[in-house]
């Protein structure tokens, strides 16, 4: 395992120094002390021998050298010849050094004995007792015995001995000095090569720490998303195969929670998008409260969030942790200058039932959320089998809607909207109708829904404009005079490339007026982008185009948006209408929207009016205009001209 940055760096302390000079100096003594305890026991009695022999060979050399000079002053009878050759021969120098370590003075010469018997010279060497003297019986040098005369014994004498040894002390003293010198140096430049070595490792240590610091930064943001600090969808996936193969182990379930908060754009468009952001914070801080450990919560993109519950054992666990993240949404959102309450919508994949790999899961989850949307949000659905079919639907819908796009296999059907006072046609609906083979149609409620997932719905919703401009221009082009034509747009035809931003433009070139031709949109659409939105229609309807709400109090109803929109007309649902004559409630939500809705000017719309009664009814609380299949189905441009449009006069 590898040592923490602080392991490591704790080595380089200072006590480590301290400790390693304090043993440098201790080997350093222990070599001195053995020198030491090594000279006095083994080299100091090796000096003595040494400088015993070498004063034994200076005095027989010596001794040769006085010899000679006897044999040569022999002859003599000077006295002070003899005298002063006598006193050299006894002047002994250091042979090393050349220093004089012993001057002798002759002070009696035995004349009787010298020359012929001259190593019985009797020599006084200044001491006057003559201790040292040579003489008969101390001689010079007896070659006989070998035997050193008293004098040359001085060599071996312990002063001589003493010079000797302390130039051998001073030189080991200075060896020593030199040894230690060496030893501190060596202490101090392998202490600097250690420090300098430790120095490089600490910063190589330090640059390797940063790294792994910044590589870890690098690694937490590929993976874990971060303004919620939650794994992102790339670990998710990563995580998600691992939890997949340890479930099926395990023999185990696996569920897949898929959810969103229910519209969010809304809560983005109407309080900003620090504000979204807070939301997701927030959100996601509370679902991981309620999130057991091992299960892993990811944020999958926008305000979506997914949940991995691996080893489950039955579906009542996964249960009770789904109604847990809804009701974590129940408490009031505290934002930045703003207190919302929003809820969510979770669709639930489980494995091995809706499949055994994490995308069919997750797009199985998906589907399910879309689900539990469309069963009035704030609640979770399991996936089913139901679910795949209408995936394979709206599968097989992308595939072959474009192709009638393309192909003009989409025509327009027309119904009238009959103005309740006067019975009167005065404008009609242009509802789309893809016709297959067999005759029937494809259900435009159903194609329209999946077309808006992606951007096929802008290319239809272009060419329903264009469609209608085109029909306008035949019956006029046949006699006819026209009525003004609604088409209905969708929620994206209000972004970037949508429809609604060259309406006009189309208009112009198609050679029509913006009265010619109105708009239906939704309340839904108000959810996607308010003020985009708004802006988009005052536009329009500043241009003089006819602008309704569709199916008014089935979607995100708010009389506020009627307020604030600017509309010329309201068509309220048909299931109000439809119940009315039996629902008293819905009677009175139609009054409501009537009262409203005149109060605000515009102009009252009842769809689905089947019956007379409907008409009566609708007649009676004050709408304005009717449709519905009581006037007509939606027929084909021809039968509605025939049917419905008057012959200009000519
Ligand atoms: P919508 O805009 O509310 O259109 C009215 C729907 O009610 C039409 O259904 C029409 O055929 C039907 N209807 C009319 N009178 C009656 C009646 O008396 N009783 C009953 N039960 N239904 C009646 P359709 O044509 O199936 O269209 C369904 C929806 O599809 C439309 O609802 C509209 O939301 C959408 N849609 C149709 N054409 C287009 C289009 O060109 N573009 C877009 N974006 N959506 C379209
Ligand atoms: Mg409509
Ligand atoms: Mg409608």
């Known amino acids: 395992m590898s040592k923490s940055k602080k392991d490591i760096l704790q080595g380089f302390s200072p006590s480590m120094d301290y400790r390693s000079m304090l043993l440098f100096i201790g080997v350093g003594l222990i070599i001195i002390g053995l020198t030491l305890w090594n000279w006095h026991y083994d080299l100091r009695p090796r000096l003595v021998n040494e400088a015993e022999s070498n004063a034994r060979i200076l005095a027989a050399s010596h001794a040769r050298a006085i010899e000679s000079q006897f044999q040569n002053i022999s002859g003599s009878t000077d006295i002070s010849v003899i005298h002063n050759s ?120 330090i640059e390797v720490a940063e790294r792994r610091s910044v590589e870890d930064r690098l690694q937490q943001i590929a993976t874990y998303d971060q303004l919620t600090n939650l794994p992102n969808r790339y670990l998710l996936q990563a995580d998600f195969t691992r939890k997949l193969e340890e479930t099926a182990r395990n023999r185990k379930m696996l569920a897949t929670l898929f959810f969103d908060i229910d519209h969010f754009k809304q809560i983005n468009d109407m309080h900003g998008h620090e504000a979204g952001d807070a939301l997701l914070r927030e959100a996601a801080g509370r679902v991981s409260d309620v999130t057991r450990n091992y299960d892993l919560l990811a944020r999958f993109g926008g305000d979506e969030f997914v949940m991995i519950m691996s080893n489950v054992e039955n579906r009542a666990d996964v249960i009770y942790v789904a109604e847990k993240i809804i009701s974590s949404f129940n408490k009031v959102f505290s934002l930045h200058d703003a207190e919302v309450t929003v809820t969510t919508s979770i669709g639930i994949s489980v494995f091995p039932e809706d499949g055994d790999d994490p995308s069919e899961l997750l797009k199985n989850a998906d589907l399910a959320m879309y689900r539990a949307k469309a069963d009035g949000r704030n609640g979770y659905q399991f996936f089913n089998a139901e679910m795949n079919l209408e995936l394979q639907y709206s599968q097989w819908v992308e595939t072959n809607l474009r192709e009638a796009l393309n192909n003009n296999g989409l025509e327009l059907h027309y119904q009238p909207q009959v103005n309740l006072d006067n019975g009167k046609v005065e404008s009609c609906e242009a509802l789309i109708r893809w016709p297959q083979g067999s005759g029937d149609n494809v259900n435009p409620a159903d194609f329209i829904r999946i077309a808006e997932r992606s951007a096929l719905i802008n290319d239809i919703s272009h060419w329903v404009l264009q469609e209608t401009c085109r029909q306008i221009h035949e019956w006029t082009d046949a006699g006819y005079q026209t009525v003004r034509v609604d088409i209905n747009l969708s929620g994206k035809d209000f972004v970037d490339k949508g429809v609604l931003y060259n309406f006009l433009q189309i208009l112009r070139r198609q050679n029509l007026q913006p009265h010619q031709i109105g708009v239906e949109i939704t309340e839904n659409i108000l959810l996607e982008s308010t003020e985009q939105v708004i802006k988009a229609l005052t536009l329009l309807h500043n241009a003089g185009v006819h602008i309704s709400i569709d199916d008014f109090g089935t979607g995100f109803s708010s009389l506020n948006y009627i307020k604030q929109l600017p509309l010329s007309g309201i068509k309220i649902d048909q299931s109000f209408v439809h119940e009315a004559p039996s629902n008293k409630d819905d009677l009175v939500i139609i009054q409501a929207i009537t009262l409203v809705g005149h109060g605000f000017g515009l102009d009252i719309v009842a769809e689905g009016v089947e019956t007379e009664w409907h008409e009566s009814l609708c007649k009676g609380v004050g709408c304005n205009t009717m449709q519905g299949v009581y006037v007509s189905e939606p027929l084909s441009a021809k039968a509605f001209a025939s049917k419905f449009l008057k012959r200009s006069k000519t």
């Open 86 to 205: 006598i006193n050299e021969m006894l002047l002994i120098n250091d042979p090393s050094s050349g220093e004089t370590l012993y001057r002798g003075i002759a002070l009696e010469v035995d004349y009787d004995v010298f020359p012929a018997n001259y190593d019985m010279v009797n020599i006084d060497v200044g001491d006057t007792n003559c201790s040292a003297c040579i003489n008969s019986e101390n001689p010079i040098y007896n070659y006989k015995t070998g035997e050193l005369a008293a004098i040359l014994k001085i060599y071996a004498n312990p002063v001589f001995y003493q010079h000797l040894v302390d130039d051998i002390v001073d030189d080991l003293a200075l060896m020593l000095g030199g040894v230690i010198i060496v030893l501190v140096l060596a202490w101090l430049t392998s202490n600097r090569l250690l420090y300098n070595l430790r120095e490089r490792e600490k910063s190589l240590l």
